[in-house]
């Protein structure tokens, strides 16, 4: 059974830090792109980052350039965003997604989230002083 679980979230001030966490079971990760999503309420869900690990790829949303980092470990089957210098408008429930290796075409990874094939649960971020 493939199963994504994402962890991490919480409360934090401007300016501060967050590391979330998408374990995936299931998965070889080295065949997947996993990407990160975001919904804040009343807005539509956006891709934040995503990476594709078995061709070495990240792709990042121009919003979180600089800002955010994605990475995998794939011994551990899990994907992390570590995010930097949050802002209020980062605030949003996130979501881990994955879909096959084989969509990413020329070094991007699928935007739209109808292209994604497994979701998790999705966790809470909320950016407030």
């Known amino acids: 059974q493939l199963q994504l679980v994402e962890s991490g979230g919480g409360l934090v001030q401007p300016g501060g830090s967050l590391r979330l966490s998408c374990a995936a079971s299931g998965f070889i990760l080295d065949y997947y792109a996993m990407s990160w999503f975001r919904q804040a309420p009343g807005k539509e869900r956006e891709g934040v980052s995503c990476?594709?690990?078995?061709?070495?790829?990240?792709n990042y949303a121009d919003s979180v350039k600089g800002r955010f980092t994605i990475s995998s470990d794939n011994a551990k089957k899990t994907v992390y965003l570590q995010m930097n210098s949050l802002k209020p408008e980062d605030t949003a429930v996130y979501y881990c997604?994955?879909?096959?290796?084989?969509?990413?075409?020329?070094?991007?990874?699928?935007?739209?989230?109808?292209?994604?094939?497994?979701w998790g649960q999705g966790t809470q971020v909320t950016v407030s002083s």
């Open positions: 997604a994955a879909v096959h290796a084989g969509t990413v075409v020329a070094g991007r990874c699928p935007q739209k989230s109808s292209e994604y094939d497994y």
């Open positions: 990476i594709s690990s078995g061709d070495g790829i990240t």
